[in-house]
């Protein structure tokens, strides 16, 4: 076994996600558009040769709600941890257990990531032992590992502007070769959500073929 896929996913529940896009939007309209996301970050992920997709969801009761929404063609596991550097060690844990040999962490924070960024991702794990694709608010968005590497996620602050200055401090001390992606963008804001409506405007008028039909369809665009 050689490539597994991880989506680190939340149960969309109104109020408990994308709660920085209210009151811009509702909470019941947030975690609408973020089942979309959910969805289209799944149609995505189906496009690899990758030998394992895995949904990591939160909390730990969701599962049937995830198998609704992503269906029979991947795996599911609860994320563990009380924090998110702590369910991302689990997870990557529960991959190299079982076998595999480079495994990458996605979000689902952002709708429109190019699959190709995905692919870079594993091809450069044949290389190095870490890759990451950093996000514009100072995160990151990707995160592939080809070994167990627990030390790059201990002492993160987390859901801030340092995770991706943090986390590169972590790999510089590991002495780990280090593979960057381009960055990208997550939608979590206002100011997020306006530049998705564009984005997408301008990857339909241009004839794109690779669009998140489901948030292209809450969208209205």
Not at 101 to 110: F, L, N, P
Request: glycine content about 6%; charged content about 25%; overall charge neutral.
């Amino acid at each position: 076994m050689s490539t597994c896929l991880i989506i680190f996913a939340k149960s969309p529940i109104p109020g408990k996600v994308k709660t920085r896009l209210t009151p811009h939007i509702t909470p019941t309209k947030a975690a609408e558009l973020y089942e979309a996301f959910i969805a289209d970050t799944i149609s995505t992920a189906l496009k690899l040769k990758c030998e394992r997709i895995t949904v990591a969801y939160s909390p730990g009761y969701a599962e049937k709600t995830f198998q609704r929404l992503c269906g029979q063609s991947v795996d599911y596991l609860p994320q563990k941890g009380h924090n998110l550097g702590e369910r991302m060690k689990n997870a990557f844990k529960h991959s190299f257990d079982k076998g595999f040999k480079r495994t990458v962490i996605i979000g689902t924070d952002s709708p429109t990531l190019p699959l190709s960024y995905i692919r870079e991702a594993f091809d450069v794990l044949t290389e190095v032992p870490v890759t990451i694709g950093p996000t514009f608010d100072g995160g990151y968005y990707l995160i592939g590992l080809s070994a167990q590497e627990d030390a790059l996620f201990d002492n993160i602050e987390w859901s801030t502007s340092n995770v991706f200055g943090q986390t590169l401090a972590r790999i510089k001390t590991a002495s780990k070769q280090l593979s960057i992606l381009p960055p990208w963008y997550d939608v979590d804001t206002p100011d997020g959500l306006e530049f998705l409506r564009s984005h997408l405007l301008s990857m339909k008028m241009s004839g794109n073929e690779d669009l998140p039909e489901k948030t292209l369809r809450f969208l209205k665009i």
